[in-house]
């Protein structure tokens, strides 16, 4: 037997970011009779970083995650109800159990790529009380190939159906997808998704690429509708699965619906590149960093794309904001020293 | 020795469709200093149907042809200048001739993919006053590659140095251009182009895809600007050879920065999908039927897919614009008719 196509729609988990966590009960009852009508298996619903993560430092949502998954919830019959949970941002008692009251049918915990073994006791407390539960790895263009099969093996291990792997800074490209998906694809015994960002223009063939290379679920969202370049557009994906005769659940006019859907109701700008998404990707640097790299440019007077393209090379994560400033600050002092030959020559 | 690969940036031809050819001598100087610093090998500039196509018809262009041409050229060092010709809207006195006098460096004489015939008398005319020219083969993924062979060999034996096969209708996968691309590239002697646009959300995919398969000219404009869901941005194919380690003329940060003064000035709106761009990538329409088909949709109350997907069908062409009316009204009275099943159920 075949495995089945997933497609999880995140417009109203990702998308959240592109509107500041700013999505409302009627923009999110609208969106989800859409997605509910499109044919999505599952659709991913809350704050951009998931379960309990409204917050000063992240973002204040608009709504609670109770109020969130009761108006999607409401919508849906055939589509499941899912959430993210980063443990950190999300807690059991006061985050995932209450969730799980308002109907939700399946959680994905996400995780660094090298670190799912903080994923550990959600996946099995969850487990063990038969709720469905995904793995997700994120910022995944980091780790190996070989290092994400041990990752996943270990979320595999806790009781997780699934293992994701997140493009968190829109870095892979398709020969990536192939060699990554097929290892877990190849070693594993669960199945295994890809969510990918539109930094390099490449998140739709990426999605594709990785069903051809054995994947089982892919992450979407309405116009790409997500924080920078955007993710996989439901649209273009579900085109894509119609014209290279793919089987899939979701319906072709019911995705364009969907977005037409969201583009009118909730979509202020819809996702597109510009210099800082692109140099992002490039340097394979989280989609998240664009805004304070942004202000840091223009604080310092340095090139925001040289300040990406070192954080990069320095490998920094979530978390190393602090990092920006004083890359930022040394660009500029050596700006500054007009004798210095430009060291990123090479690059422009 | 390799064939060294060749930038074309249309933004100044085929992004004047996005603005009904009302670029202005301000922006053409602004974005040619830019494309020239950004070190593209061709700037092609015009009304967007190309030389002589200023008309009621099809759009009257803010300034004329000598103008445009005269404002780009004055800003180009080591770029060349390149125009479109279609015979039928260029004559080769009134408009041809003039051209070369404003400076022009090389002229792409295009027909549709199964008429090259009409490109002879221009190309050989103009090779034989020395000018540099390529022929292009319109909505070249309706003719099957042995077609294509035979097309672009009429155009070799015309005396074309290059073939650019344009995806007009944004129909191609990446399979697609993989077999097509490779076949010319296998059976011609001369360079082999391709000329992406993004209905599908391939148009980066695509055109990295020629590259691999061995072409040498790749089409490009400053965020895909061009009509409907437009071209394949220059500032991500740069960012891709980049991350491919692809060689070529064109800096990274030149091409971002040459976009980025293209928003900045005159894209109006950086091009996107919406139901009507997939729908028409899908059923492979030359993208200008978006346009008359919305108008017929709202006029019929049908639905611009189904009505896009019939004309896919048909398989119709520029020109056929008034098969629109017949298939909206077909699609409107079947509609009206409620004991009729579907049509279309089958694809939807």
Chains 1, 2 share one sequence.
Do not use: W
């Amino acid at each position: 037997m075949s495995v089945k196509l997933q497609i999880c729609d995140s417009t109203l988990r990702d998308g959240n970011h592109a509107v500041a966590h700013q999505l409302g009960r009627a923009d999110i009852s609208a969106y989800a009779r859409a997605a509910e009508a499109a044919g999505v298996d599952v659709l991913e619903v809350g704050h951009g970083n998931g379960l309990g993560a409204s917050s000063i430092q992240v973002g204040i949502a608009a709504i609670s995650d109770a109020e969130m998954l009761g108006a999607a919830k409401a919508e849906l019959r055939n589509s499941r109800l899912g959430v993210l949970s980063i443990p950190g941002f999300a807690s059991v008692e006061r985050d995932l159990k209450p969730a799980l009251d308002c109907g939700v049918d399946e959680v994905r915990v996400g995780a660094h790529c090298t670190e799912a073994d903080v994923t550990r006791q959600q996946i099995t407390m969850l487990r063990s009380m038969g709720v469905r539960v995904k793995g997700l790895l994120l910022m995944s263009h980091m780790a190996s190939a070989g290092k994400l099969v041990e990752q996943a093996g270990l979320m595999q291990e806790y009781g997780a159906e699934a293992v994701v792997l997140m493009d968190s800074a829109g870095a892979y490209t398709p020969e990536m997808v192939r060699e990554k998906v097929g290892e877990l694809v190849e070693k594993l015994d669960i199945a295994i998704g890809f969510h990918a960002h539109n930094n390099l223009g490449l998140s739709v063939i990426n999605s594709i690429t990785a069903i051809r290379a054995g994947a089982s679920i892919v992450d979407v969202t309405a116009r790409g509708f997500g924080a920078g370049a955007g993710n996989a557009p439901i649209e273009l994906v579900a085109a894509n699965l119609h014209v290279e005769q793919i089987e899939a659940r979701i319906k072709l006019f019911g995705a364009l619906d969907a977005a037409d859907t969201a583009e009118e109701r909730f979509v202020k700008h819809v996702p597109t590149n510009d210099s800082v998404t692109i140099a992002s990707g490039i340097a394979g640097v989280f989609s998240g960093f664009a805004a304070p790299v942004r202000r840091a440019s223009r604080r310092f007077g340095a090139d925001p794309r040289e300040i990406l393209l070192e954080l990069g090379r320095r490998r920094v994560v979530a978390g190393q904001e602090d990092t920006i400033i004083e890359v930022a600050m040394a660009l500029a002092a050596e700006r500054a020293s007009a004798d210095v030959t430009h060291a990123f020559a090479d690059h422009i």
